[in-house]
């Protein structure tokens, strides 16, 4: 027999399935079996699991025709369980490492009924708090009944800090609800039949606190089911049982503390609903008040008590409200105390940004034009990109949108004739950024930018994500571009939108960016020019380049490093050109963080080596290459469409993965040969493997996996949908 049977339940959480599953799945102890029900989850969850059930028959996967809940979910699975004991783990949770190891010798010194194991909360911001019951697990006895040690009914009421006998589960018979808080009887029906329940002081679950996504904290009359539930708690409560008098005591505190904790977060109860739901704490006060009392807390909280007790929901407000002005009060006076003195000059260009955001606040008080898009790609350098594309095809498909581009006042004699534009930080730029229907940039508006009701935030992205990004980045705070973590997701927060290539972006952007935006994976717009490419075409621009057709271009763009400002790798023109032949041509970009600085070249004038980082077009520069050598940047995933040699020049790797961090390993998984030194890079030109069988094979395994969207309709799917509003 199986040792332990995990249960999990999946919905929506194909950012975070593989961490859970690893951490299970990667255990040193290996005596276990994992059922995940697949509850009808509409991302790309379903795929994992099939991927992860084909290499480890550990995992068994039953895969729903339609979503019936989490509670359900587990009904599901724990029927399936064939182990002697079983653990309900959420998706999007994790174990620490060794944890079943030490959760399997706690069960052999105690031979357990329920095992509640220690956790930690960890939060989207990095931050990771030890629970605070774990503090006091180790002066509870080695085994107990609940009656014994009353104290177990505050640990958290959740089935994934506890293992339990499946024969204590059937024993129970108890089924979760669908709907929240179906937790809470099921932790005291356990807790209260068990006879031998112990405790393991060892973090062994993180429990995510996510941003977005949770339903418990969504705001919304989905809360109310905290009632039943806790019904249910104290219609099945027997008073027969010894010591039941002091167990329905400190139940009944624990329900009231659990009321006012849901009721405390303004996240959680909209306004219209509040005064409701203080009627059900009410009412259910009265009902299951315990005839010989409880302990009621003091303070503060006994107050709350009371109220509650009362019915006096006004005067619940306001004591909540006195609170808040308190807070607030002190915020403010900190933030006073910070201030410092200006400058003239900063005095000046305060009084000018003043005036510039009055008028912005003033147009947001005036109609949105429901005819207007406005555009904006790499902090405004101009007409390009995801959006530049998108734009291009809604002129042909929402001819009656007027779409405009913002660009900076040097970058606007590089816009295209015919396009409309308008100058970053004039007044007609604040004016249609208050009132345009639709915003697509391909990054963040600046952090002042308000999104008003009804408008439509796009955000396609720039490339499909090799290095960690958004708050992914916390573990690699050295790497880092922008700390402020939170500044970036309060911009997400805008997004209405997100476009993605493929669906390993939108899983990485699920876990990167954790808000509530509709993911369109639709294949990248600025790659359908590559798809469709012709051979006229490609013969057409590289001759107007100067390039002959028997000429072999390769492509050098390399990354920058955000933690490595002015690193280059190293890379000799001189010797490149003649590793790759007499008709060899050498095409040197740099990035665009650099605003276009001249490609490091080892001599002035080299022969047949043409820098080209302000080469307005970078898809012209796809099309004439033969061969692309990059390391970390983006754009093999979009060069990928061509179907053409790719060669990865990665000499810091080591250094880069371990600092900047990234999504999965390019040296196991390449788009074609790789080099970690420049002799490297020279030998496999000069012995033609760059497109030799492993090359070609490995360029095919990572375009099925990254570019089976780029059919030349990427930009038209995004018209649909978000301009004429038909979806599929």
Known sequence: MTLISFVVPVYQVQGYLRECLDSILDQSFTDVEVIAIDDNSPDHSGEILAEYAARDPRLRVVSLDRNEGQGPARNRGAKLATGKYVWFLDSDDWLAEGAIQAVVDRLRETDAEVLIVDWARVYWTGRTDNSVPGRRFNLAPAVFAAREWPEVLEILHVPWNKVIRRDLLERIDFQFRSGWYEDVPFTYRLLLTADRVSLLARTCVYYRRRRSGAA??????????????????????????????????????????????????????????????????????????????????????????????????????????????????????????????????????????????????????????????????????????????????????????????????????????????????????????????????????????????????????????????????????????????????????????????NGFTSQMWDRAYPCRYETLETGYPRNDRLALATPEEIARVRASLGIAPTDRVVLYAPTHREHLPGYHPPFDAAAFVDAIGPNGLLLMRSHYFHDRAKAPVTRQEIERVRDVSEYPSVEDLYLVADVLVTDYSSLMFDYSVLDRPIVIYAPDWQAYRLVRGVYFDIMAEPPGAVATSFPDLLALFRASAVDDDAATKARSHFRARFSSLEDGHAAERVVQRVFLGRAG
């Open 216 to 501: 418990t904290g969504t705001l919304g009359d989905g809360h109310f089911a905290i009632f039943p539930n806790w019904a249910q708690v104290f219609e099945t409560f027997d008073d027969s049982r010894p010591g039941a008098a002091d167990l329905r005591g400190r139940l009944f505190r624990r329900m009231i503390w659990h009321f006012l904790m849901v009721r405390g977060n303004d996240d959680r109860m909209p306004k219209h609903l509040r005064k409701r739901y203080f009627a059900e704490m009410t009412d259910h006060y009265r009902r299951y008040l315990p005839p010989d009392g409880y302990p009621m807390p003091d303070g503060v909280e006994g107050l709350k008590h009371r109220l509650v007790a009362r019915g006096a929901h006004h005067t619940f407000q306001a004591l909540r409200l006195a609170f808040r002005a308190r807070a607030y009060v002190s915020r403010k006076v900190r933030k006073q105390k910070r201030r410092v003195g200006k400058t003239a000059r900063q005095v000046a260009k305060v009084a000018r940004d003043g005036l510039l955001m009055a008028y912005y606040k003033l147009q947001l008080r005036m109609p949105m034009d429901p005819k207007l898009a406005l555009y904006g790609a790499y902090w405004y350098r101009g007409y390009s990109c995801n959006p530049a594309a998108i734009y291009a095809k809604a002129r042909d498909l929402a001819p009656d949108v007027h779409g405009v581009f913002v660009v900076r006042r040097d970058k606007a004699e590089t816009m295209p004739p015919g396009v409309d534009y308008v100058i970053a930080g004039t007044a007609r730029y604040y004016r249609m950024l208050a009132r345009a229907h639709w915003l697509i940039n391909n990054v963040n508006w600046p952090d002042m930018a308000v999104k008003r009701p009804g408008s439509v935030h796009v955000m396609t992205h720039h490339g499909t994500p090799l290095k960690v990004m958004g708050i992914d980045q916390r573990s690699y705070p050295a790497g880092a571009g922008d700390p402020d973590l939170g500044a970036q997701l309060r911009r997400a927060d805008r997004w209405d939108y997100s476009i993605t290539a």
